[in-house]
């Protein structure tokens, strides 16, 4: 399976993107899907998970009220992650992955995009 992140880029503080993470089997419809990001100098930290039907949402408390993750409903393989009210401390290379649990544990993760970087300046 692969993952295929797209969507990062450059934007002022307040700013908002939306990042897409489309896997290239629809295997994957039955994963919960994950963003985490890893900033410069810094490990990788949980952002959001969606689970496989797209009922179940959580998200990091950094992130909790600005960012929102979703499933294509037609097409589960795909999955969004709307970034609003972008902070500087947000820039990272966000990357998107794919697991069999529905969790915020980046070690159960079995697939994962090569990244997407957003920056975010003040």
């Known amino acids: 399976v692969q993952l295929q992140a797209s969507g990062g880029g450059s934007v002022q503080a307040g700013g908002s993107l939306r990042l897409s993470c489309a896997a290239s089997r629809r295997t994957v419809m039955r994963y919960a899907m994950g963003w985490f990001r890893q900033a410069p100098g810094k490990e990788r930290e949980f952002v959001a998970v969606?689970?496989?039907?797209?009922?179940?949402?959580?998200y990091a408390d950094s992130v909790k009220g600005r960012f929102t993750i979703s499933r294509d409903n037609a097409n589960k393989n795909t999955v969004f992650l709307q970034v609003n009210s972008l902070k500087p401390e947000d820039t990272a290379v966000y990357y998107c992955?794919?697991?069999?649990?529905?969790?915020?544990?980046?070690?159960?993760?079995?697939?994962w995009g090569q990244g997407t970087l957003v920056t975010v300046s003040s």
């Open positions: 992955a794919a697991s069999s649990l529905y969790t915020g544990d980046l070690n159960e993760y079995n697939y």
């Open positions: 969606i689970d496989w039907s797209g009922d179940r949402t959580y």
